[in-house]
């Protein structure tokens, strides 16, 4: 055996470590930011430090929605084909999650029992799909118009934000509406629930992220956009807001105070709308090491078949 061939294995070896190690650099909060970019139709994934790492998942019809189950695979809304699409926790398609029942699906939520909520914005509905994908049927149309972003408090009711009223109606769990409007947000383009109990909503109207109380009374504002028109918003594990400028194809961040932290991201983001953290699962990371991005849909689709 020759000399080159000796080392050639061990080369390889600290060359998968390298990018063992890259990555995990880049992803030291145990979550990477998952980004609908609708510019481009992929998903793109961000680093702990706003690294691209490259597309999650493309070639997706106007990305909308993202929302992850309890075992971290991730659902998007495709506001073109009207359709939900499932990925793996490594970007594997899976196939068509949902197709029926859906009119320009925008935001996504999950219940506690592994229910999909779907906002139409073009039907004014919210569809509800059980955790297998079976169409449950209209969930709420009461006073909706636009409905764009969804978000569920601790007792289980469903909050709706409506882009053209601004308004913000509840749910309860059984579909029937709360009485009154929680808030009203001008052009409302997210709704998260943050740890504290307070919902957060993005401001196109004004471009401020305002801060609701668990009660609907307005905190006042957030964080301040300037001119920027933010659309999905996420709150990492480090408590920081981060939120999506549609215009100028950035991340920003801001801290628990609302303090504008700056761009966390801008390479690869490409007219973002909706934002979520997802996990970063340890098989990924050796796959991503061995082979990138193709290596882990390579290593997934090895191990779980797609969906019919």
Do not use: C
């Not at 949902?98 to 935001?107: E, K, R, S, Y």
């Not at 504002?221 to 981060?242: E, H, I, P, R, T």
């Amino acid at each position: 055996m020759s000399l080159a061939n000796q080392i050639s294995p061990h080369r390889a070896r600290l060359i998968m470590l390298a990018g063992l190690l890259a990555l995990m650099a880049g992803t030291a909060s145990g979550q990477v930011l998952l980004v609908a970019d609708s510019g481009a139709g992929t998903i793109e994934a961000f680093g702990a430090t706003g690294n691209d790492l490259g597309a999650f998942a493309s070639g997706v019809s106007l990305p909308n929605g993202l929302a992850l189950d309890a075992s971290g695979d991730v659902y998007l809304a495709a506001a073109g084909p009207n359709s939900i699409q499932e990925y793996s926790p490594n970007g594997a398609s899976l196939g068509n999650f949902a197709t029926t029942g859906l009119d320009n699906p925008m935001g996504l939520a999950f219940d506690t029992a592994g229910n999909l909520y779907v906002a139409n914005f073009g039907s004014s509905t919210v569809e509800k799909f059980s955790p297998s994908g079976q169409d449950l049927g209209v969930f709420a149309s009461a006073n909706l118009n636009g409905p764009d972003s969804l978000a569920f408090d601790a007792s289980g009711n469903l909050y709706v934000a409506n882009y053209w009223t601004g308004a913000i109606q509840v749910f309860s769990p059984s579909g029937s509406p709360v009485t009154g409007t929680f808030a009203t947000i001008a052009n409302p383009g997210d709704l998260v629930r943050g740890t504290n109990g307070d919902f957060y909503v993005s401001n196109q109207g004004s471009h401020v992220i305002e801060q609701l109380s668990p009660t609907g009374a307005d905190l006042g504002m957030f964080a301040s956009l300037g001119a920027n028109q933010a659309v999905g918003l996420a709150f990492g594990a480090d408590g920081d807001l981060y939120a999506a400028y549609r215009n100028t194809d950035t991340i920003e961040e801001f801290s628990p105070n609302g303090t504008d932290l700056g761009a966390f991201a801008t390479t690869g983001v490409n007219t973002p709308t909706f934002i979520a953290f997802a996990a970063v699962p340890e098989p990924a990371a050796w796959a991503l090491a061995a082979g990138g991005v193709t290596g882990v849909v390579a290593w997934l689709r090895r191990r779980r078949p797609a969906r019919a």
